[in-house]
């Protein structure tokens, strides 16, 4: 723990000798190197254990100041969760621009070759509160706080570059539907649920993020293997005042991404906090995940020509169209020392902008930049968390704002207004035409009405035309996905009417969710407000499973093993995940370890809290008696139906086979492309074989029998 101690010095707990006050006095470290504990005015605490009372068996006392200044303290250690993106996790890091890229913008950020600029990202879920599962289906938060030179950029972005609707004035409403349903109180972290399709059902507007949400990409394997969109068209402003629209992409280095419902659904139970573990850990071992910023750049002649408004947030401009450039990269390299102190105090605010990066009129931006500032005085309870370290620019500031709860950087001086003629340094800072934020001159005006424009009329072409661009896996996940949400729904009608804007969008998708759902017959289409285009080009690069990563790197190898297991298998499985960069796990039937064939002892963790859906492919290395033994084991035999269930890589060994067996799985092995014999096959192809990620082609097998 550091202290500032008020007289210059600080004060480190751990490994300092003393222990600083103000007044220069000092506490003594004890013995045993810790230092006093103290209560927050200084004071050394004589008892910890009991508070003061008149008598032994008698009333505590009033007086006891260490007890009432504890219980308060305590008292007070929540602050409102956020509205949404409640549940979130954050990292340090940097972002280091690749080449100066003055003719498109002033933004320092952006100014040199090599420039590195302190970031801070926090990944979240939208839906769910504080504590629920990582897992949930739900669009991710992807928001980056940049500590420029020239005060703080705050990308706050999502891993889905659409959203549901196209007037912030909606929010609230999609926002209510979305999260648990009033008079309950439930269901937590999820849309599986009448409110939300009731609400999706007549807002056609939101149909291209129903796929979306409907689709993998909602249910990411970490927040490592995704994309991070700004979503919004904004603009680049060089220092001449040239302007140049701009459409921001993060692409992560790891590839990208997914798990399967049922995957999904079973993590959460394992553990909750899959998704936050990854990052921490990932960063602990020295993988620091990475994105690359891309620039999709365009101007008003492409904006004019273009099939959609590019102020519509619910439409993307595809890569295929207008290509993303790559011009930094994103690398998270430090864990947050104090989870409350950073995650849960950073204050992101979508009006943070910086000289050189403005706004454009999309609706939802508008209004995005008067929610986040006014949110944050809610949660944070005061107009000075800009001060908190996390939230505060790393580049000079001063201004005349002044006061309020918790001020801790007063202006020094005796002029705290402007103009003044105070001389030099006393009169305080001034403003600077050249060098300040100036807005891009657009013209605006025209009648005050409540209108939204005929160029957003479209709902259902970008729909379809992100369904068209998945692979077959995919549009099957998507069809699965509608009719569990769905499913959920007591109300008829209100599947009846999600099926009917399903037929503007596909129709085979549209008859698979009615049938899914047991619909006795097809309703009519949705009317459209435009007729759905058929001729848009299909979009590869929205599809996760068409462009799947070229290595197992930085995923997870779970290796089950028994006692008397092949010690020269298990390593040579071992070095070979090493040389991919993969991690591997020891799994053991016993928590102490099991005795290998060498006599060798090999932890593990132990195999009721290391089911196969914490791992990215299996092996099994094991004595067939041992396997016999483990047959009894409703964890044992979940670790390997599942593992083939969500279409895993699987290596065994033969002594492996009783397993398999009692998972049922004929003649003990996984009889598909999946599997490695691990008698047959080396393990250096096996996990040459994991690049892949899945065994799709078994995921029809499993659903059809
Ligand atoms: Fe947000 N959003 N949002 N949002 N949003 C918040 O600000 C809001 C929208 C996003 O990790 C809140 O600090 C409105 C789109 C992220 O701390 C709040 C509208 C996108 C985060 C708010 C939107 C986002 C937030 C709640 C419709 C993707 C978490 C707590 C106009 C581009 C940031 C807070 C973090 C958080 C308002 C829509 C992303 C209430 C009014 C679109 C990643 O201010």
């Given at each position: 723990m550091?202290?500032?101690?008020?007289?210059?010095?600080?004060?480190r707990?751990?490994?300092?000798?003393?222990?600083?006050?103000?007044?220069g006095?000092?506490?003594?470290?004890?013995?045993d190197?810790?230092?006093?504990?103290?209560t927050?005015?200084g004071?050394?605490?004589?008892?910890?254990?009991?508070?003061?009372?008149a008598?032994?068996?008698?009333?505590?006392?009033?007086?006891d100041?260490?007890?009432?200044?504890?219980?308060?303290?305590?008292?007070?250690?929540?602050?409102?969760e956020?509205?949404?993106?409640?549940?979130?996790?954050?990292?340090?890091?940097?972002?280091?621009?690749?080449?100066?890229?003055?003719?498109?913008?002033r933004?320092a950020?952006?100014?040199e070759?090599?420039?590195?600029?302190?970031?801070?990202?926090?990944?979240?879920?939208?839906?769910?509160?504080?504590?629920?599962?990582?897992?949930?289906?739900?669009?991710?938060?992807?928001?980056?706080?940049?500590?420029?030179?020239?005060?703080n950029?705050?990308?706050v972005?999502?891993?889905?570059?659409?959203?549901?609707?196209q007037?912030?004035?909606?929010?609230p409403?999609?926002?209510?539907?979305?999260k648990q349903?009033?008079d309950?109180?439930?269901?937590?972290?999820?849309t599986?649920?009448?409110?939300?399709?009731d609400?999706?059902?007549?807002?056609p507007?939101?149909?291209h993020?129903?796929?979306?949400?409907?689709?993998?990409?909602?249910?990411?394997?970490?927040f490592?293997?995704?994309?991070g969109?700004?979503?919004?068209?904004?603009r680049l402003v060089?220092?001449d005042?040239?302007?140049t629209?701009?459409?921001?992409?993060?692409?992560?280095?790891?590839?990208?991404?997914?798990?399967?419902?049922?995957?999904?659904?079973?993590?959460?139970?394992?553990?909750?906090?899959?998704?936050?573990?990854?990052?921490?850990?990932?960063?602990?071992?020295?993988?620091?995940?990475?994105?690359?910023?891309?620039?999709q750049?365009?101007?008003?002649?492409f904006?004019?020509?273009?099939?959609?408004?590019v102020?519509?947030p619910?439409?993307?401009?595809?890569?295929?169209?207008?290509p993303?450039r790559?011009v930094?990269?994103l690398?998270?390299?430090?864990?947050?020392?104090?989870f409350?102190?950073e995650?849960?105090?950073?204050?992101f605010?979508t009006?943070?902008v910086?000289?050189?990066?403005d706004?454009?009129?999309?609706?939802?931006?508008?209004?995005?930049?008067?929610?986040y500032?006014?949110t944050?005085?809610k949660?944070?309870?005061?107009?000075?968390?800009?001060?908190l370290?996390?939230?505060?620019?790393?580049?000079?500031?001063?201004?005349?704002?002044?006061?309020?709860h918790?001020?801790?950087?007063?202006?020094?001086?005796?002029?705290?207004?402007?103009p003044?003629?105070?001389?030099?340094?006393?009169?305080?800072?001034?403003e600077?035409?050249?060098?300040?934020?100036?807005?891009?001159?657009?013209?605006?005006?025209?009648?005050?009405?409540?209108?939204?424009?005929?160029?957003?009329?479209?709902h259902?072409?970008?729909?379809?035309?992100?369904?068209?661009?998945?692979?077959?896996i995919?549009?099957l996940?998507?069809?699965?996905?509608?009719?569990?949400?769905?499913?959920?729904?007591?109300?008829?009608?209100?599947?009846?009417r999600?099926?009917?804007a399903?037929?503007?969008?596909h129709e085979?998708?549209?008859?698979?969710?009615?049938?899914g759902?047991?619909?006795r017959?097809?309703?009519?289409?949705?009317?459209?407000?435009?007729?759905?285009?058929?001729?848009?080009?299909?979009?590869?690069?929205?599809?996760?499973?068409?462009?799947?990563?070229?290595?197992?790197?930085?995923?997870?190898?779970?290796?089950?093993?028994?006692?008397?297991a092949d010690?020269?298998?298990?390593?040579?499985?071992?070095?070979a995940?090493?040389?991919?960069?993969?991690?591997?796990?020891?799994?053991?039937p016993?928590?102490?370890?099991v005795?290998?064939?060498?006599?060798?002892?090999?932890p593990?963790?132990q195999?009721?809290g290391?089911?196969?859906?914490?791992?990215?492919a299996?092996?099994i290395?094991?004595?067939p008696?041992?396997?016999?033994?483990?047959?009894?084991?409703p964890?044992?035999?979940?670790?390997?139906?599942?593992?083939?269930?969500?279409?895993k890589?699987?290596?065994?060994?033969?002594?492996?086979?009783?397993?398999?067996?009692?998972?049922?799985?004929?003649?003990g092995?996984?009889?598909?492309g999946?599997?490695?014999?691990l008698?047959e096959?080396?393990?250096?192809?096996f996990?040459?074989?994991?690049?892949?990620?899945?065994?799709?082609?078994r995921?029809?097998?499993?659903?059809?029998?």
């Amino acid at each position: 723990m550091t202290r500032d101690a008020g007289d210059g010095s600080t004060v480190r707990y751990g490994d300092q000798e003393v222990v600083r006050g103000d007044g220069g006095e000092t506490h003594q470290v004890a013995g045993d190197g810790r230092p006093p504990l103290t209560t927050q005015q200084g004071v050394v605490v004589g008892d910890d254990q009991n508070a003061l009372r008149a008598g032994e068996r008698g009333p505590s006392l009033l007086e006891d100041q260490h007890f009432r200044e504890k219980i308060f303290h305590f008292d007070h250690e929540r602050i409102p969760e956020r509205v949404v993106h409640a549940r979130g996790y954050g990292a340090h890091g940097f972002f280091e621009n690749y080449a100066p890229l003055t003719d498109i913008t002033r933004a320092a950020i952006f100014s040199e070759a090599g420039l590195r600029t302190p970031a801070f990202v926090r990944f979240s879920t939208v839906a769910g509160s504080k504590g629920s599962g990582d897992l949930a289906r739900d669009v991710r938060g992807f928001a980056v706080k940049l500590y420029t030179r020239e005060g703080n950029w705050d990308l706050v972005g999502n891993n889905i570059p659409v959203f549901f609707i196209q007037d912030a004035i909606k929010f609230p409403d999609v926002i209510h539907a979305a999260k648990q349903e009033p008079d309950r109180g439930f269901p937590q972290a999820q849309t599986a649920h009448d409110n939300f399709w009731d609400f999706a059902s007549l807002m056609p507007e939101a149909t291209h993020m129903l796929l979306w949400i409907m689709s993998d990409r909602a249910i990411p394997r970490s927040f490592r293997f995704m994309e991070g969109f700004g979503v919004h068209t904004f603009r680049l402003v060089t220092a001449d005042g040239r302007s140049t629209y701009v459409k921001f992409h993060w692409k992560p280095k790891q590839g990208l991404q997914s798990v399967v419902w049922n995957e999904a659904v079973k993590i959460n139970g394992a553990d909750p906090d899959f998704h936050r573990r990854d990052l921490w850990d990932a960063i602990g071992r020295g993988d620091f995940p990475e994105w690359e910023l891309g620039l999709q750049l365009f101007d008003d002649d492409f904006a004019d020509r273009f099939d959609f408004d590019v102020l519509d947030p619910t439409k993307i401009i595809p890569e295929e169209l207008l290509p993303v450039r790559p011009v930094g990269r994103l690398v998270l390299d430090r864990v947050v020392d104090n989870f409350f102190a950073e995650t849960e105090q950073v204050a992101f605010c979508t009006q943070n902008v910086v000289p050189g990066i403005d706004f454009t009129n999309d609706p939802l931006l508008q209004g995005r930049n008067f929610s986040y500032l006014d949110t944050q005085l809610k949660r944070l309870g005061s107009p000075n968390f800009t001060y908190l370290p996390v939230n505060a620019p790393k580049c000079p500031f001063a201004h005349f704002q002044q006061d309020g709860h918790m001020a801790m950087a007063n202006p020094v001086g005796r002029a705290n207004y402007e103009p003044n003629s105070w001389e030099g340094a006393e009169g305080g800072p001034r403003e600077d035409p050249g060098r300040g934020l100036t807005s891009f001159p657009e013209e605006a005006g025209g009648p005050k009405r409540r209108l939204r424009a005929e160029s957003f009329a479209d709902h259902y072409s970008q729909a379809r035309q992100f369904y068209l661009s998945q692979t077959d896996i995919e549009q099957l996940h998507i069809a699965d996905a509608f009719t569990f949400e769905l499913s959920k729904c007591e109300k008829v009608q209100i599947r009846t009417r999600i099926v009917a804007a399903l037929r503007n969008v596909h129709e085979e998708l549209a008859a698979t969710v009615a049938e899914g759902l047991g619909l006795r017959e097809l309703p009519d289409p949705a009317p459209a407000a435009r007729p759905p285009r058929q001729d848009l080009a299909s979009s590869p690069a929205l599809s996760i499973v068409a462009r799947g990563p070229a290595s197992f790197a930085g995923r997870k190898l779970g290796l089950l093993i028994t006692n008397g297991a092949d010690a020269q298998i298990i390593a040579a499985l071992r070095s070979a995940a090493e040389s991919e960069g993969t991690v591997t796990e020891i799994i053991t039937p016993v928590a102490g370890g099991v005795d290998a064939s060498d006599g060798s002892l090999i932890p593990g963790r132990q195999i009721d809290g290391a089911p196969s859906v914490l791992f990215d492919a299996i092996a099994i290395v094991a004595d067939p008696d041992a396997a016999r033994a483990l047959t009894a084991s409703p964890a044992a035999r979940d670790f390997v139906a599942d593992a083939y269930a969500h279409c895993k890589f699987i290596a065994a060994t033969a002594g492996a086979e009783p397993l398999f067996a009692a998972a049922g799985l004929a003649g003990g092995a996984v009889a598909d492309g999946g599997f490695a014999d691990l008698s047959e096959q080396t393990p250096a192809d096996f996990i040459a074989r994991c690049r892949q990620l899945r065994f799709w082609d078994r995921q029809r097998v499993v659903q059809d029998g």
